[in-house]
């Protein structure tokens, strides 16, 4: 079922980097995945736009949706890089925060109690993680070193029928960073998972086999 307009329009209000359609493929997935009783992990939590979608799929659901994010920023969202944004910036810091955003966007929406937030580096906290997921939304930093330790960190713990979930999946570098891409196509020859959709840059694949 599709977010109520007042998800959708807390989802429009919040910063970020998930356009309509593809928020919407993510929603449907995460929808689905939740059904097996299990958290939902999301890596990148930014400024909350897509924890709003898994947040409320979870609580269709009945589960919790854990966001894990240092909240620092990527590389590319640094002063002077393309997708920097001074209202992020902690003055007293002098470094990015995007935390107070994304609890300001999570309260708007209604759906605080749903989710757990962990501030960390991702793969600090998978090393800590040991329980059983359903869903791992893979939407952290773009460098290989990062989105490979998203994926080695956390693919493991997806359970049999669990979703992958991998954001900014560009085949063609002219339309983007290709680590995404590469542990994309890592994850579909490990013969561990099936593709189930594809929508724009957002890819679904569900666990079907061992090995990861
Ligand atoms: N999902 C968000 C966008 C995430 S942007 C949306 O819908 O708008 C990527 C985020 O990943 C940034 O907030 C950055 O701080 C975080 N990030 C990058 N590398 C990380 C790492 N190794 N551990 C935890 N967070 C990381
Ligand atoms: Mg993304």
């Known amino acids: 079922m599709a977010p ?49 979608l898994l947040a409320d799929a979870a609580r269709g659901a009945g589960v919790t949706a854990v966001t894990v994010d240092h909240h620092r920023g990527s590389e590319e969202q640094q002063p002077g890089w393309e997708y920097h944004d001074p ?5 007293e810091v002098g470094r990015m925060d995007t935390l107070p955003a994304f609890r300001r966007a999570l309260h708007a929406a209604g759906l605080e109690e749903h989710v757990v937030a962990v501030v960390g580096r991702s793969p600090q906290v998978a090393a800590l993680w040991a329980a059983p997921v359903g869903l791992v939304f893979i939407d952290g930093g773009h460098t290989d070193e990062h989105a490979t330790g998203d994926y080695e960190g956390w693919a493991p713990h997806l359970a049999p029928g669990g979703a992958l979930v991998i954001h900014d999946v560009f085949a063609d570098p002219a339309d983007g960073g290709q ?10 020859e490990s013969g561990a998972f099936t593709e189930v959709s594809a929508t724009r840059s957002l890819h679904v694949l569900r666990r079907t086999g061992r090995g990861v």
């Open 179 to 188: 680590a995404p891409y590469r542990v994309y196509r890592r994850a579909l």
């Open 87 to 91: 209202e992020v910036v902690d003055p």
């Open 4 to 52: 109520k307009p007042e998800t959708l329009a807390a989802f429009e209000a919040a910063k970020g980097f998930m356009p309509l359609d593809e928020g919407l493929a993510l929603h449907a997935a995460a929808e689905e995945a939740a059904r097996l009783g299990l958290p939902l992990i999301e890596i990148g939590t930014y400024c909350g736009r897509s924890t709003i």
